[in-house]
């Protein structure tokens, strides 16, 4: 029912910034929720930060102590996700979601965009 696409992936080194960004479509509504979480090679996805689209609240995994900041265009139906100070650590697939369930910090969405690889060197 929505489609998802992420863009705005790269590489950087450490200290960088990347703006992620994903647009939702093929859906007659807006989503009520959209977010991001991350996978590592071997890792768990972990949830990274969501976004409430009619008010604009935010929730954040507990990593990202203020470097990450998630908003939201509704006339666009896209959501951004702004990486600052970017750390080796931070290397991951990037993965656009929405809807779903949010509840303190377990996020299971209802759809999934393809993903965006952010590599962050040393």
């Known amino acids: 029912q929505v489609h998802l696409v992420e863009s705005g992936g790269g590489s950087v080194q450490a200290g960088g910034s990347l703006r992620l960004s994903c647009t939702a479509s093929?859906?007659?509504?807006?989503?009520?929720?959209m977010g991001w979480l991350r996978q590592a090679p071997g890792k768990e996805r972990e949830f990274v930060a969501a976004?409430?689209?009619?008010?604009?609240?935010?929730e954040y995994g507990d990593f990202v102590k203020g470097r990450f900041g998630i908003s939201r265009d509704n006339a666009k139906n896209t959501a951004e996700l702004l990486l600052n100070s970017l750390r080796p650590e931070d290397t991951a697939i990037y993965f656009c979601?929405?809807?779903?369930?949010?509840?303190?910090?377990?996020?299971?969405?209802?759809?999934w965009g393809q993903g965006t690889q952010v590599t962050v060197s040393s």
């Open positions: 979601a929405a809807d779903g369930t949010l509840y303190e910090g377990d996020y299971a969405p209802d759809y």
């Open positions: 093929g859906h007659s509504s807006t989503p009520y929720v």
């Open positions: 976004i409430w689209l009619n008010d604009g609240v935010t």
